[in-house]
């Protein structure tokens, strides 16, 4: 079992920075696949970015060069940082858990979801 709790996030102005965190419970974190996923208003959920446990991070199109996703394995935490923001970015943002070395970009594939933390960037 993995139990997820993230952090950050707020309203911020376009073109600032946010980093969220994801802390997650249990030992299984080593060998865990974590992603980020967002959900906006009236949209379907939608890949952010994730990265295997091997370390190997994928970025989603619309995130890609202002995005990155990384982990403190003895902090047992998941982060993503948000660089250049964009008003199309607000939503919801939601971190994820699969216990299987390589990450998925399907949603549905992530058993262990965080509680979602809204990030809102204004014009």
């Known amino acids: 079992q993995v139990q997820l709790v993230q952090s950050g996030g707020g309203l911020v102005q376009a073109g600032e920075s946010l980093r969220l965190s994801c802390g997650a419970s249990?030992?299984?974190?080593?060998?865990?696949?974590m992603g980020w996923f967002r959900q906006a208003p009236g949209k379907q959920r939608e890949l952010v970015a994730i990265q295997s446990n091997n370390g190997e991070t994928t970025v989603g199109e619309s995130a890609k060069g202002r995005f990155a996703i990384s982990r403190d394995i003895a902090k047992n935490t998941e982060y993503l940082q948000m660089n250049s923001l964009k008003p199309e970015d607000t939503a919801v943002y939601y971190c994820?858990?699969?216990?299987?070395?390589?990450?998925?970009?399907?949603?549905?594939?992530?058993?262990?979801w965080g509680q979602g933390t809204q990030v809102t960037v204004s014009s």
């Open positions: 994820a858990a699969r216990l299987e070395p390589l990450a998925s970009y399907r949603s549905y594939e992530y058993a262990y």
């Open positions: 249990g030992s299984t974190f080593g060998v865990t696949a």
